[in-house]
Nanobody
Framework: VQLVESGGGLVQPGGSLRLSCAAS????????MSWYRQAPGKERELVAS????????YYADSVKDRFTISRDNAKKAVYLQMNSLKPEDTAVYLC???????????WGQGTQVTVSS
């Protein structure tokens, strides 16, 4: 099983980034996918989730109207489009896959996002 994130980097406040997570080794279409983030000294935070078929999404209040999660089951990938980035969005962003029962869960290694002028 692998979840490989990409697309992080350094961006100025107000800028945009698109994160990608490529999945392999499990039945991708059967799993809800999420993006979490963890900043230094802070707890891991759920940023956004998308259901297995893509019909339902969830966003943390802090990112609503700025971030968009999407998935492509044919490509076994999930994306996070991040607009109007703020310094407080700086964190390691991690991709998560969770089975319908919640008993099986996979994590990626994360990609660093730094928002700074």
């Amino acid at each position: 099983v692998q979840l490989v994130e990409s697309g992080g980097g350094l961006v100025q406040p107000g800028g945009s980034l698109r994160l990608s997570c490529a999945a392999s080794g499990f039945t991708f279409r059967g799993y809800a996918m999420s993006w979490y983030r963890q900043a230094p000294g802070k707890e891991r935070e759920l940023v956004a989730s998308v259901s297995s078929a893509g019909g339902n999404t969830y966003y943390a209040d802090s990112v609503k109207d700025r971030f968009t999660i999407s998935r492509d089951n044919a490509k076994k990938a999930v994306y996070l489009q991040m607009n109007s980035l703020k310094p407080e969005d700086t964190a390691v962003y991690l991709c998560n896959a969770r089975s319908g029962t919640g008993r099986i869960e996979f994590w990626g290694q994360g990609t660093q996002v730094t928002v700074s002028s």
